[in-house]
């Protein structure tokens, strides 16, 4: 069955600290990628996409992912985070037409 | 341009009731999915609607329908309420064209409690 698994379900880190979430698939073919944030009482925002080429995905706010079709894998990363990143961040993949299957999302606490 | 709005906000019905949550889509967005989140199950996928055809369907019982007019906007209805219905329910809209499917545009979400 299709699935995404986030390994994290909650990370705390410090202001300035690198960041990087974990996103894996249950299986290969055509994918769209995504990473969705919903921040405290508001509503699930796009962070970044991927549907082709290059694989390594720049969105808003610093953020970044990489594709690794071998990994099955799909993790975000930001170089240096923010108090203001404090969320809920959740991995999402679509197989071709299919439903968009998200993972069970990971909370992010930033400790200024 | 206007997002994805959803009503009612908040509900609180009874168990044995029924419900009914609307959605309105972006303008020009002609797919419509509908979620269910839940502290314990994350996002789970309801059902997506196609130019008034459900083109996808979740893993919940028939107690869940929901429907897509001719201008989007969509409703879901849920029938004999349980207390373990008790979730934020989210709309998304989003482009689509044969089978491709842009990203997902979430509206707030209708919090349903059922007591």
């Known amino acids: 069955a299709q699935s995404v698994s986030q390994h994290n379900h909650h990370v705390i880190l410090s202001e300035a600290a690198s960041l990087e979430l974990g996103c894996n698939y249950s299986?290969?073919?055509?994918?769209?990628l995504f990473w969705y944030v919903q921040y405290p009482g508001q509503h699930l925002q796009l962070l970044l996409k991927y549907f082709s080429g290059d694989p390594l995905v720049k969105g808003i706010k610093g953020f970044e992912a990489e594709f690794i079709k071998s990994k099955f894998s799909f993790n975000l990363r930001k170089p240096s985070v923010q108090w203001s990143d404090t969320a809920e961040y959740f991995c999402?993949?679509?197989?071709?037409?299919?439903?968009?299957?998200f993972g069970q999302g990971t909370r992010l606490t930033i400790n200024p | 341009k206007a997002g994805v709005t959803q009503t009612p906000r908040y509900l609180i019905k009874t168990r044995g009731q029924q419900v009914t949550l609307s959605c309105s889509p972006i303008?020009?967005?002609?797919?419509v999915s509908w979620y269910q989140q839940t502290p314990g199950q994350g996002l789970q996928f309801l059902f997506e609607y196609f130019s008034e055809t459900q083109r996808n369907k979740g893993n919940f019982p028939g107690r869940f329908s929901g429907r897509q007019f001719s201008n989007s906007r969509s409703e879901m209805n849920v029938s004999t309420l349980e207390l373990g219905d008790s979730a934020l329910y989210l709309c998304?809209?989003?482009?689509?064209?044969?089978?491709?499917?842009?990203?997902?545009?979430f509206g707030e979400g209708s919090r349903l409690t059922v007591l």
């Open positions: 303008s020009g967005h002609r797919s």
């Open positions: 998304a809209s989003s482009w689509a064209q044969g089978t491709v499917t842009g990203e997902l545009f």
């Open positions: 299986y290969g073919g055509t994918v769209n």
């Open positions: 999402a993949v679509r197989w071709g037409a299919q439903k968009l299957v």
